[in-house]
């Protein structure tokens, strides 16, 4: 599996912005799939998660309300809507796919290659 994540920019304080994450290769449908983020001398944290079916998710306590994860298995895409962003938010966002929905980023095979959201006040 090839995951690409992409839809970040530079927004201000309040603003709402969509991350994607599209798969290709076989048996995307059986991978659960999350978003990390990893900020400037931060080290790199769980953000929310999504099981193979859509029916489970995990959100981190900072994002809970805000963001919301959903997934199109058909187009083989993870999506992140991600409302009144904060200046905390910002950071380099991955997203990853692995056989088990996870906190823990060892848990997960595959990896994108990042996508970067600024958040300006």
């Known amino acids: 599996v090839q995951l690409q994540a992409s839809g970040g920019g530079m927004v201000q304080v309040g603003d709402s912005l969509t991350l994607s994450c599209e798969a290709s290769?076989?048996?995307?449908?059986?991978?659960?799939v999350a978003w990390f983020r990893q900020a400037p001398g931060k080290e790199r944290e769980f953000v929310t998660g999504?099981?193979?079916?859509?029916?489970?998710?995990y959100y981190e306590d900072s994002v809970k309300g805000r963001f919301t994860i959903s997934r199109d298995n058909a187009k083989k895409a993870v999506y992140l809507q991600m409302n009144s962003l904060r200046p905390e938010d910002a950071a380099v966002y991955y997203c990853?796919?692995?056989?088990?929905?996870?906190?823990?980023?060892?848990?997960?095979?595959?990896w994108g290659q990042g996508t970067q959201v600024t958040v300006s006040s």
């Open positions: 990853a796919a692995g056989l088990v929905l996870s906190r823990i980023g060892t848990g997960y095979n595959y």
């Open positions: 290769g076989d048996n995307f449908n059986n991978y659960a």
């Open positions: 999504i099981d193979w079916s859509g029916g489970v998710t």
